[in-house]
């Protein structure tokens, strides 16, 4: 199995006890299923820097990257730095997250938040909306068209932005659906975690104008975005590169004032 397998196969345990103990009915009533949320998609279009900035305590490739640091000060510090949205990883066993990360920056920041989760169950999409998401990611390698379409529906319905990332272009040709916000595409490779920015600049002019163009994982330098700009696209996904320093939110403010 690869690790990709391994985490979905989890999931499916993990979601499916988390149904029985909050029904959909119950995250309903919760008082953010009411919030009027916020479009990433928009924020990044009207972003001088593009910057998603990810809370990522830990990972199947790196291991351990931080956790000394409080999800309330890198969230906050995120903002102060200029970033236009923030990641937020929800998964426990194999990156350290958890909903009640998520709940915490979203009582710190207006930033519009991303639920950054491996989706697998319509369940998840309700879950992300009751803790007050933005948006979600959905990933191409682990949903056939049908539940593409199916979950990406249901998330704009809850007035989420949906990101679907994609690997290759058989993952980029079922994603072409109106029901989608913003396709990113992973240079990391989710069955072996190497990673290459070629990824994104091959598969940049397949991706049709109308979507927000987000390039995911692998960067670490200015110049690296400056290249992929001229390449369409607008939103950078960061997590390692600000999370692996001591104090993440002023790595990420240093790398925004060298950006401009």
């Not at 916020?38 to 809370?55: P, V, Y």
């Not at 682990?142 to 529906?153: A, E, G, K, R, Y």
């Not at 960067?219 to 992929?228: G, W």
């Amino acid at each position: 199995m690869t690790i990709l397998d391994k985490i979905i196969a989890y999931k499916h345990k993990e979601v499916a006890a988390r149904k029985k103990a909050f029904p959909i009915a119950t995250l309903e009533h919760s008082t953010l299923f009411r919030r009027e949320t916020t479009s990433l998609a928009e924020a990044i279009k009207n972003s001088s820097t593009g910057i998603i900035a990810e809370h990522k305590r830990r990972s199947p490739s790196k291991s351990v990257i931080n956790e000394h640091v409080f999800i309330d000060e890198v969230a906050k510090g995120y903002e102060d730095a200029g970033v236009c949205g923030i990641s937020v990883l929800t998964d426990t066993n194999f990156f350290g997250g958890s909903l009640d990360d998520f709940l915490v920056a979203r009582s710190v920041v207006k930033l519009p938040l991303l639920r950054k989760e491996f989706i697998i169950d319509p369940y998840q999409i309700y879950e992300a909306k009751a803790y007050g998401a933005d948006a979600i990611l959905l990933i191409a390698a682990v949903l056939d068209p049908h539940q593409l379409n199916t979950f990406s529906t249901l998330a704009k319905n809850l007035q989420l932005d949906v990101l679907l990332e994609v690997h290759n272009v058989e993952e980029l040709e079922k994603s072409i659906l109106p029901t989608v916000d913003m396709i990113g595409v992973n240079n990391r490779n989710l069955k072996t975690f190497e990673v290459s920015l070629e990824r994104s600049k091959e598969l940049s002019t397949l991706i049709p104008s109308n979507f927000v163009k987000i390039s995911e994982s692998g960067i670490s330098a200015p110049e690296a975005i400056h290249a992929l700009r001229q390449h369409g696209y607008q939103g950078f996904l960061m997590g390692e590169n600000f999370m692996k320093h001591a104090n993440p939110e002023q790595s990420a403010g240093e790398f925004i004032k060298s950006l401009q």
